[in-house]
């Protein structure tokens, strides 16, 4: 969000804009049993995929995967990057269609 800082733990919980915000650095930690089960439910299906298919596969089948590569085969693909560092973009899907990664 825009309006989110990180802020330290005495000052967790902030309103900006009218918009309540808790913005702790590194809250998983937190709860490390479960932050770790959501992240091995979330990631599994794509790390599976990845697996069967190899990553150019997975990325051709997966939507969410071409729309959270940042990198690849050298090519900045994500265009919030690319507007941070003024590196020209190339859309994951053009690198697929080149046969590049």
Do not use: W
């Not at 090519?75 to 080149?98: C, D």
Request: glycine share 6%.
């Amino acid at each position: 969000m825009e309006t989110s800082r990180l802020t330290p733990t005495e000052d967790a919980v902030f309103v900006c804009e009218g918009v309540i915000h808790y913005a702790l650095p590194n809250v998983p930690s937190l709860v490390p049993r479960t932050a770790t089960y959501a992240l091995t439910q979330t990631l599994l299906p794509y790390l599976r995929l990845i697996a069967k298919e190899g990553v150019p596969g997975a990325l051709r089948q997966s939507a969410a995967l071409r729309r959270g590569t940042y990198l690849l085969a050298g090519h900045l693909t994500h265009a919030h990057a690319s507007r941070e560092t003024g590196i020209v973009v190339t859309p994951v899907e053009e690198l697929l269609q080149r046969g590049n990664p």
